[in-house]
């Protein structure tokens, strides 16, 4: 890690998005592709391009055979394409109710769907109930006039717009939790309102890799590291029990430097950040973690960091605690206890959990 510490500066952006400085690794493309011996202490590791709208890793520091990496890498993807295509709000796949064929019929007849589907909604109207309604995947309506005008921002820039409020207003009305009509027993799903729908963008890619964790978990794996688009999340330690690095990223687009390293193992890490996606308008910046108080992108923070064992818990927290002010925040926290979290502020201050700082192990020169 010496030669990190050395060239941090010089870090290829795309490395630091991805959060995890690794070592050494015999990194592969997904889809078939063979497997190198690993070399001592070095992972193994592969890359998938096609999932979540985000690049995928799964990484190996167990010096496994290569054909056992090869069976369970390709289980970790199979278990990725399932709730990539389930989760898919733009696209339908033959033979699948996905979110997108439920957001399609809102307003009509309930749809039977994969339990897999019933299991992660349901989980997804707890996380609403722990998060006091921040985190509703229900919000599609409003969170499809920010990604309309981002879209639109992005093919020409110079007449770039905000919604309006009474836009806004009038689309947060076609929000409610209870829109969303499940039947656990005849596995259907419907939405009740025509005007409705579903984005599991704040929760969907950590529910996903958390499913991908168990597997490997139930298989015995020990030291390996799933990357999806950020979502971190280890199983078990390194065979060294040094546990691995990651890094926080800065949030001020300014620098390319990061926050804060911390040492994890056996836990998830995600981070939801200001920089991850936004547009420009008039000069002032617009991001996508959108405050159900005001509508409009959350005002409290720069980025905030959960860490927790449970993937797809981190992720609805992220993106929750992002719209909650601190005090709030903490004292949620707190109640659900096993969970540490970095708050950094616009102005560059940081809040952290007790727990959270003793994961720290370098902080950054200024
Ligand atoms: P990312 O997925 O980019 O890492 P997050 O986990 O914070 O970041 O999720 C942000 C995404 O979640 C947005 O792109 C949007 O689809 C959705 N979203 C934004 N605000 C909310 C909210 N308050 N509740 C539920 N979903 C949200
Ligand atoms: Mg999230």
Redesign the pocket.
């Known amino acids: 890690m010496n030669a990190l510490r050395h060239n941090r500066k010089g870090f290829a952006f795309f490395l630091l998005a991805c959060l995890l400085f690794l070592n050494a690794c015999a990194l592969q493309t997904g889809n078939g592709a063979g497997s190198a011996e690993p070399q001592a202490n070095e992972p193994i590791g592969k890359v998938y391009y096609t999932y979540f709208d985000t690049v995928s890793y799964v990484y190996d520091y167990a010096g496994d055979s290569a054909e056992r990496f090869e069976d369970r890498s390709a289980e970790v993807s199979h278990i990725l394409l399932e709730y990539h295509q389930l989760f898919d709000i733009y696209h339908e796949y033959s033979g699948v109710t996905n979110l997108c064929t439920l957001n399609k019929a809102a307003g009509g007849d309930a749809l039977e769907v994969d339990p897999k589907l019933i299991d992660f909604l349901l989980d997804a109207k707890e996380m609403y109930e722990l998060t006091g309604g921040?985190?509703?995947?229900m919000?599609g309506a409003v969170?499809r006039l920010w990604h309309d005008c981002r879209e639109a921002a992005e093919e020409d820039p110079a007449s770039a717009a905000i919604p309006g409020a009474e836009e806004l207003r009038q689309a947060y009305s076609h929000t409610g939790i209870d829109l969303l009509e499940i039947d656990p027993e005849r596995h259907t799903v419907r939405i009740a309102d025509p005007e409705a729908s579903i984005?599991v963008?704040?929760l969907g890619?950590g529910y996903a890799t958390e499913r991908a964790a168990e597997y490997l978990e139930r298989e015995g794996a020990s030291g390996y590291v799933l990357n999806i688009?950020?979502n971190i999340r280890c199983i078990g330690d390194r065979p060294d029990g040094s546990g691995w690095a990651t890094a926080i990223r800065d949030p001020d687009n300014s620098t390319e430097d990061y926050a804060c390293r911390i040492r994890i193992r056996d836990t998830a890490c995600v981070t939801?950040g200001v920089y991850?996606?936004y547009f420009t308008v008039n000069g002032r910046q617009y991001h996508?973690?959108?405050d159900?108080d005001t509508l409009y992108p959350a005002e409290y923070y720069t980025s905030l960091t959960v860490v927790t064992r449970d993937s797809a818990l981190a992720?609805a927290l992220?993106?929750a605690l992002?719209?909650m002010p601190p005090e709030e925040g903490k004292a949620l926290v707190e109640s659900i206890g096993g969970v540490e979290a970095l708050w950094i502020f616009p102005d560059g201050t940081e809040r952290q959990t007790p727990g959270f700082a003793e994961l720290i192990e370098e902080q950054t020169e200024s």
């Open positions: 921040e985190m509703n995947v919000l969170l984005d963008g704040a890619k688009g950020g939801s991850e996606r996508h973690i959108i159900k992720d992220s993106t992002f719209c």
